[in-house]
């Protein structure tokens, strides 16, 4: 018998790892985009009635203004617009927050930058008689920022700094505040209470496509500074000590963080009203996909964000028919159970 010798083990190379990882990814983010146009679609047809293919195409196509589908179209078309608008945004949102702050339950309601954005507004409209969008988006940016400053320097008070727990903390103490705040103004207004009390609960019902146009630019910017801010993120993920070693300016790169959160937080409270939970819940169901790399995990947050306000904004119109459950109450639901469980989580961590 004539011995064998054995072949040697075919060596994988280590450079085709990262390009079937590259590969997953994108296919991951197609599907997502693709889940988002079936999403676009059911909200186009469910509503008060439900319409079908043949009428949209007349509503888009015929011109003819007196039909269901025309008049299903020139409501649904801008609200459906609005609210991937704004789920893009606070997806995004809260996964800058969550990378600027190391914090894995930080998000825009959380950490009371939506009530901020909220109360300014209510004194906006209260004490100097705002009316436009513009003058809207400028007072909840402001009022967001502030509440902003307010809770990190609470939250990062002793020794141990920001911890999750002591900014999940301070921002349900801050949120509380701006809440009994908001609520004082209100009751000794009642005239801005009716204007101002489908917008607390937030909702995509009352889009308007010039609402959509002012808010777009504002919303586009922070996306920009978001994606910007990518890689700062990854390497403030590794400490303050690690990120300067790494030649990173640390205030620099926080501040730029900081604003894009504001910017994409403050534009969409502004159109849409304090809708909470949806920035803590997108960006951990993104980063079940794409791990800690920001550079995967905002494109991957944007669009989980806009195809989840989708489906909570029909869901809200199905269930209520033929009334209307405002989006912030479905997207409260489903998000009020998983900051519990994360909130235990973080102080089991702690202990």
């Known amino acids: ?30 599907v997502g985009l693709a889940a988002l146009a079936l999403a676009s679609a059911a909200s186009l047809v469910f509503g008060s009635r439900v319409v079908n293919l043949q009428e949209i195409l007349d509503g888009l196509f015929s011109g003819d203004p007196s039909t269901y589908g025309a008049t299903a179209v020139a409501q649904r078309v801008p609200r459906t617009l609005l609210a991937i608008l704004v789920g893009a945004s606070l997806g995004l949102s809260g996964a800058v927050m969550q990378g600027l702050t190391r914090n894995p339950i930080a998000e825009p309601g959380l950490l009371g930058v939506n009530l901020g954005a909220a109360l300014a507004v209510v004194l906006g409209i209260t004490v100097a008689g705002i009316t436009t969008m513009s003058e809207y988006i400028g007072y909840a940016l402001v009022g967001a920022a502030l509440a902003a400053v307010v809770v990190y320097a609470v939250g990062s008070t002793g020794r141990e700094g920001a911890t999750p727990l002591k900014l999940a903390l301070a921002g349900a103490a801050t949120s509380a505040i701006l809440a009994s705040l908001v609520n004082a103004v209100l009751l000794l207004r009642t005239d801005v209470f009716e204007t101002f009390r489908f917008w607390q609960v937030g909702g995509v019902g009352g889009a308007h496509a010039t609402e959509i146009a002012t808010v777009a630019p504002v919303a586009a910017l922070g996306a920009v500074l978001a994606i910007a801010s990518s890689r700062n993120l990854d390497v403030l993920a590794l400490g303050d000590d ?62 989980f964000g806009a195809a ?5 904004d029909v869901v809200g119109r199905v269930v209520a028919r033929p009334a209307d459950l405002q989006v912030g109450i479905v997207t409260a639901v489903i998000g009020a159970p998983v900051f519990l469980l994360l909130l235990r989580r973080a102080k089991v961590r702690e202990l």
């Open 1 to 30: 018998m004539i011995p064998t010798t054995a072949r040697p083990a075919p060596v994988v190379s280590s450079g085709r790892r990262p390009a079937l990882r590259r590969g997953r990814l994108i296919t991951g983010l197609v």
């Open 242 to 303: 690690v990120a300067r070693g790494l030649g990173i300016r640390i205030g620099g790169a926080r501040l730029l963080a900081a604003l894009a959160a504001v910017l994409l937080a403050g534009s969409a409270t502004a159109i849409a009203g304090p809708i909470g939970f949806l920035g803590l819940v997108v960006p951990h169901a993104a980063r079940f996909f794409t791990g800690p790399a920001h550079a995967w995990l905002l494109p991957y947050s944007a669009v």
């Open 308 to 312: 989840l306000l989708l489906v909570a």
